[in-house]
C-alpha cells in the first residue's frame, strides 16, 4: 500500500462517517496499541506514531476546551 492510498483509505472513513468514535476513545486506544508495540517499533516508526498522537491530542484534548489540563508527567 502506498501512502497516497493510506491517505486516501483516510478520506473514505471519514466521508463515509466511519469516525464516529469519541477522540478520547480514539486517542486512549492508540496510546494502549502504540504502548504494547513500543519495543518492537524502530526510532523513526516512533518518532511518526508519537506525532501521531500528539496530534489526536491536540486535535481531540484540546479543541473540546475542558477545562481539562495536561497529564501530570508520569516520568
Excluded: I, Q
Excluded at 501521531?52 to 495536561?70: M, P
Amino acid at each position: 500500500m502506498t501512502p497516497e492510498k493510506m491517505l486516501a483509505l483516510f478520506e473514505r472513513h471519514y466521508l463515509a462517517g466511519k469516525t464516529n468514535a469519541e477522540v478520547e476513545y480514539t486517542c486512549a486506544g492508540f496510546a494502549s496499541w502504540l504502548a504494547g508495540a513500543w519495543e518492537r517499533l524502530g526510532e523513526d516508526e516512533r518518532a511518526v506514531l508519537t506525532g501521531v498522537g500528539a496530534t489526536l491530542w491536540r486535535e481531540g484534548y484540546e479543541r473540546s476546551n475542558s477545562n481539562r489540563s495536561a497529564t501530570k508527567d508520569l516520568w
